[in-house]
């Protein structure tokens, strides 16, 4: 290909006065998934954790929910092998020569369709002794290319709490490895745990290389905005050239404390940084191509009755609920997931329940 054809430094001499802050980028996509409907295949291991550890970066890329309730959510997104740029050293004439190079961008782009399966389930303490294969292989034969799944409230003993350290850790990766679906091969790309929250991101082996650069980190919110029993962990990657920042989140319980959530979200962003001694500066969760953001939010239905909730479920009238729910009335508001896009809810809502039960809490 050409490239004398395009001199976005040319360009941009010729346009010194383009409003920088106008610029929009059509790669930019948010994603965001909560709580989601309910719903033996052994995978080959060679740890302890039930995962092929051995993952290795291609040389050649650039360097409280009810327990037995599953959460999914599967996302077609685009792939490619672009020009790739990180917002936060961009000085005015690298985001013009930014600006015209996406406008050209059909010329030096490939564009590929990939999925990616993002779950979450608040497994409220209890070992890993449930099969989950059907939440995992929900869609058959129609293999995602990625997972991301996580887990809150993993273990709630003083010991995860005090010291970080957790044998519920290596149970709940063994049974994600052998709940993954046989066909698609899939190996662990990483894993990262606070206290009961752990995000683990899969991919399969063919597209290994593909994926460079990972990088994990944690912000703990919880009591005194400093333990780790609230917060979020997170996982960045490059697929290609596409970065991606995976956010499993635990936010502040209670009907009342939405302010909280809400802080507890502007924490997590401000808190959590990728770093590398190569890199001029580290990594923020905005500082990406797509943003996957999974999780126990904690935001309830508020401001309508039980009963009324519970008649409107049986009469399967979700529209009329979604009036009463804090997320989507905070999103609305502009006070936390700006700029986010959430699936579509087709499922009634999955706290609270009495324990072991299809039961409401009858407290």
Known sequence: ???????????????????????????????????????????????????DDNFTESSSSRSTIRSDEFERSMEEIKGSTKMSFHR????VRDQMAKKYMINFQDKFTTIKTYRIFCGTWN?????????????????????????????????????????????RENEWLAKVAKALP?????????????VGMMLIVCVKRELQSLISNIRVAQAATGILGLLGNKGGVSIRLDFQDTSFCFV???????????????????DINYKTRFDDPSWDEPLKIANHDRIFWIGDFNYR???????????????????????????????????????????????????????????????
């Open 1 to 51: 290909m050409d490239f004398n054809e395009f001199d976005p430094l040319k360009q941009y001499n010729q346009d010194v006065h383009a409003d920088v802050g106008d610029i929009e980028d059509p790669w930019k996509k948010m994603n965001l998934n909560r709580d989601s409907q309910v719903c033996p295949v052994v995978v080959d291991t060679t740890s302890e954790s039930g995962f």
């Open 301 to 363: 239905l508020t401001g309508i009755e039980i009963d009324e909730v519970k008649t409107a479920l049986q009469n399967e009238e979700l529209l009329k609920l979604f009036h009463y729910d804090q997320l989507k009335n905070e999103m609305k508001s502009g006070k936390v997931f700006q700029g986010f896009e959430e699936p579509e809810i087709t499922f009634i809502p999955t706290y609270k329940f009495n324990t072991g039960t299809d039961e409401w809490d009858s407290r």
């Open 182 to 194: 046989e066909k698609g091969n899939y190996i662990k790309v990483k894993h990262v745990r606070l």
């Open 88 to 91: 936060h050293s961009l000085t």
């Open 123 to 167: 497994v409220n303490g209890q070992p890993a002794s449930v099969d989950i294969s059907p939440w995992l292989q929900y869609y058959g034969n129609d293999l995602p290319d990625i997972y991301a799944l996580g887990f809150q409230e993993l273990d709630l003993s003083k010991e995860a709490f005090l010291f970080n350290e957790s044998a």
């Open 248 to 266: 499993n989140a635990h936010l502040a319980a209670h009907a009342q404390e939405y302010e909280r959530r809400n802080q507890d979200y502007r």
